[in-house]
Antibody, heavy 113, light 116 residues
């Protein structure tokens, strides 16, 4: 069974950095790109970026490219999404997912002073 | 890159059928679209992929046969027959677009399905 298991909820101050993990199982880690998607409260889905775990190549959405970093650790089959310079508008649930239809359970990040 | 447009809301009575629409922007009529179901308080769940010729590949895990798709021109449809209470939620469509040096995964705004 394919599973993407994400780290737990975070509360951060404005200006801080958050790093979320996504551990995969049930398939060969390097076979699929891992994507990160943002969903603000009551809003739709917004693609942030992806990583090819095989070679570490990344693509980022224009809106996030200067603040997001996605990495992959093939020794633990885990990808990480780091978002810096947090703003109140970054309060959202963040998902990792594959284009093959597998999604993590989501990680809530709350930015609060 | 493609733009996906979805009506913000839809409703249907228990046991009835409903068809949800996702419309691709002009010039992208050969693109596949993925449908996702998101129940209240839950994460997105893959339903199935649809192209201009209809269903592409397998349905998501546990998706019942009541769910079907159709593609026509720029439109990608998701039909739910014999609607159940737990079909209520948001339905998102998504499409990926890239050429090796550029990639983007775009989503429609989502349609909120209310079961009456």
């Amino acid at each position: 069974e394919v599973q993407l298991v994400q780290s737990g909820a975070e509360v951060k101050r404005p200006g801080a950095t958050v790093k979320i993990s996504c551990k995969v199982s049930g398939y060969t880690f390097i076979d699929y790109y891992i994507h990160w998607i943002k969903q603000a409260p009551g809003k739709g889905l917004e693609w942030m970026g992806l990583i090819d775990p095989e070679d570490g190549e990344t693509f980022y959405a224009e809106m996030f490219h200067d603040r997001v970093t996605v990495t992959a650790d093939t020794s633990t089959d885990t990808t990480y999404m780091e978002l810096s310079s947090l703003r109140f508008q970054d309060t959202a649930t963040y998902y990792c997912a594959t284009l093959q239809g597998h999604w993590g359970q989501g990680t809530l990040v709350a930015v609060s002073s | 890159q493609p733009v996906l447009t979805q009506p913000p809301s839809a409703s249907a009575s228990l046991g009835a059928s409903v068809t949800l629409t996702c419309t691709l922007s002009s010039g992208y009529n050969n693109y596949n679209v993925d449908w996702y179901q998101q129940r209240p308080g839950k994460g997105p769940r893959f339903v199935m992929r649809v192209g201009s010729g209809g269903n592409v590949g397998s349905k998501g895990d546990g998706i019942p046969d009541r769910f079907s798709v159709l593609g026509s021109g720029l439109n990608r449809y998701l039909t739910i027959k014999n609607i159940h209470e737990d079909d209520e939620g948001d339905y998102h469509c998504g499409a990926d677009h890239g050429n090796g040096t550029y990639f983007v995964w775009v989503f429609g705004g989502g349609t909120k399905l209310t079961v009456l």
